[in-house]
């Protein structure tokens, strides 16, 4: 059942999309050019094509060392491109016909630091950014590029609690002169940096606006841009960065998972090293959707927010790895498949 603003309905269910991939999809790309949009999945080691209902294909890209990847859409002068890390393959540009690995010698190509190192990226002020895994350094090519001399920021000096940087994400705000884009680093620790500025080797445009520590992030998939916020998945619960970095860890109910905290509590703590956390934000059905992995691979729930009301719900029945919008509809990847969610059909569940 789904809480609106009236009254209670029954949710939809889901019918399977593509079937037929050789183990679990555990990440799902939804790729928007210019002309064309897509969607990919990728199970075990291979990358395939989900944009077509029915049997799955032959995989478009193979060779990979795990199904566990990040990305981002982002366009240049060159096109629009699809590109994403899992820091220990080379990072995959897809251009809406070809993929590329990029290492130090592909076209394009990075340069100043090891590719396969690269485990997060975001997409700030023009620039792709990337996280190095298990440090603290963030990288960041030429504005409007997908490739190039790569340079770093280190924030081992302003990480106090140490760890290593999980996610980055972009926050918007209005701090009394004007409007702006913030880069906001989270680390392992729960510590969360945020820069303001344009070109980060030069002091006269870019600045540390601060430090905070709130709960440690929950998977890599922590963070969701929501309108101009920042929604950050934490052991506290489901953070907004903008009231969390007031008063969340003094204030818990800043929280929009405050009226379920107790349940939200006990599944990070129980569940908190299964891979399969995520957040969805589905504008059509005015939800916002946190997939909870009881069992990785096998057993999923969720726990589902109007985000008018901001009343909660669970879901079950959706064995779910991983959430993606595609042509604004919600779609989900488990075991072999990839499947529309919120819809009937003969292969549906409630």
Known sequence: LFPTVSNVVLRGGYNNHVTGFPGQVETLLSYSGAATNKLFGISVTSIYDATTAGAVGAAVVTGLANARWEYINVATAGGNYLYLVNGTDSPLLYNGSTW????????PAITGVTTTELSNITLFKNRVWFVQKDTLKAWYLPTLSVGGAA????????????????????????????????????????????????????????????????????????????????????????????????????DPRVNLSDKIQGAF??????????????????????????????????????????????????????????????????????????????????????
């Open 265 to 350: 509590t006990a599944a990070t703590s129980t569940y908190q090293s299964n891979f399969g956390w995520d957040i969805l934000f589905n504008p059509k059905n005015n939800a916002i959707w946190v997939n909870i992995p009881v069992q990785t691979g096998a057993s999923q729930e969720q726990y589902v927010m109007n985000t008018i009301t901001q009343s909660w719900t669970k879901f079950t029945g959706w064995a779910a790895n991983v959430f993606e919008l595609y042509n604004d509809d919600p779609y989900f990847c488990g075991n072999t498949f990839v499947a529309q969610a919120w819809t009937g059909g003969t292969a549906s569940t409630s």
């Open 100 to 107: 590329t690995a990029i290492t130090a010698i592909s076209s």
């Open 151 to 250: 340079n770093y920021i280190d924030l081992s000096s302003i990480a106090k609690e140490g760890g290593y940087i999980v996610a980055a994400g972009t926050w918007t705000l209005d701090a009394g002169y004007g409007v702006d884009d913030n880069l906001v680093f989270i680390t392992n620790n729960g510590e969360v940096m945020v820069f303001r500025g344009t070109d980060p080797s030069s002091a006269s445009t870019w600045a540390l606006v601060g430090v905070w520590s709130i709960g440690a992030p929950v998977s890599k998939r922590c963070m969701i841009k929501y309108g101009g916020d920042l929604l950050i998945l934490t052991l506290d619960g489901l953070v907004p960065l903008a009231a969390a970095l007031q008063s969340s860890r003094l």
